[in-house]
């Protein structure tokens, strides 16, 4: 994998965890309110993504090469979602509920998936197709 589709794909999950945290907050109506504590989700999804993803080769260019893997980094968002939401509730001094590490499982593994799946057809898919 070329280095800058390297970064690409590191920027691209990064704004899908960015963009789950922006729908979490708006889907409870305190996103023109929320300020910094949009990091409170932010940055705990993030490490956890970071911690968790590496483990089931998710950046590996044969995993992101071919579309018929695209449940890895689904589940590894998935596997990640309870451990974000534990790093979450440290941070607030305050516990979680499993409806949350449900939703926050279900909406970042889609997130992931759909823009893991956007990066394979514009960078991978003309390759199989023209050599």
Known sequence: MQRKNYYLLHVGDIIVIALVTIIG????GSLDTAGLRLLTTFVPL????????PFLG????D????????WK?????????PFA????????????????????????????????????FISCRGKIQHG
Do not use: E, N, Q
């Open 25 to 28: 907050f708006a889907s409870h």
């Open 46 to 53: 993030l490490v956890a993504w970071y911690s968790i993803s």
């Open 58 to 61: 998710v950046f590996h260019s």
């Open 63 to 70: 995993v992101v090469a071919d579309w018929h893997k695209l």
């Open 73 to 81: 980094p689904g589940l590894a968002m998935i596997y990640a979602a």
């Open 85 to 120: 939401a534990w790093l979450r509730a440290i941070i607030l001094d305050t516990t979680t509920s499993w409806i949350f590490i449900l939703v926050l499982a279900t909406v970042s593994a889609a997130g992931i998936i759909l823009w893991r799946g956007l990066y394979w």
